[in-house]
């Protein structure tokens, strides 16, 4: 009898030398999708690893990405593909690294990575993020992975990811006029794996589109995302805050922040993606 595939959030970023230096394998899971498009946070977590690894050939071990900037040209298919590294800039206390996963002749996405040393949030000289202001997870909904309109969100199989009931965009009713385009709760992996640095660049882009709280439709692809881990995170769940700023022309730009266990800020992220509405498909 097979052994059973391994789902896990490390295997399925995993990334493999393909012969020549800087160049690697990746394998983009059909499970870490949302239909049959895979998260965009997990396609960065991926390129993460490979940055991470050729700036840690040049710097020291314990290093971590501490920002991200991609910009996602075209979806990748469900299936093989590589990833080539380019380091722009190997210093003493941080490697500058682009990657970009590429199928065939096509680019599809492109990063450009900070690798460096992180701390663990503990000498916070100010911090002007307002609170999660969210339930307990036990007094918080968990996200099925097939929502309203038949849609798969494979990634809410490998996520445990639970809303605030305020802030639930898959509730029997709409929610009342004015109210904000913002999802609070918390998340975490299924299989009881802790959070890192790495999978905090998934994890920053694993909730849905705030602007479902205003009427949205599910089609929110990302244009750019900048991503930017604070801090190494505790165990435990992590809080998770996304809010849409300025919804006009077809776009949105959205905030996501990260807390740990501790209450710390980890990990914050701000996007630009496309939109549409119900009344602009007629």
Partial sequence: MPEPADLSFDAVTAVRPAGEPGLFEVDVHPLWAVGDKPNGGYLLAML???????????????WEVQSAGVTYLRPPDLGPGTVRTTVLRQGRTAAHVRAVLSQGADDLVDAVFVVGALGDGSHVRY?????????????????????????????????????SPATLPFADAPPPSGTPAELRGWTRFADG???DALSLLFSADAIPPAT??????GWVPTLQLSTYVRACPAPGWLG?????????????DETCVLWDGRGRVVAQSSQLARLRFPDELA
């Fill in 48 to 62: 993460g690893r490979a940055a991470r690894a050729v700036a840690r050939d040049g710097g020291p071990a314990d």
């Fill in 127 to 163: 911090d002007g993020t307002p609170s999660l202001a969210a339930p307990d997870p036990e007094g918080c909904v968990r996200l099925p992975s097939r929502i309203p309109g038949g849609l798969h969100v494979g990634i809410n199989e490998v996520l445990e990811l639970r809303l």
């Fill in 193 to 195: 794996r802790e959070p």
């Fill in 212 to 217: 479902l709280m205003i009427g949205s439709t």
């Fill in 240 to 252: 998770i805050r996304i809010s849409a700023n300025v919804v006009a022309d077809g776009t949105v």
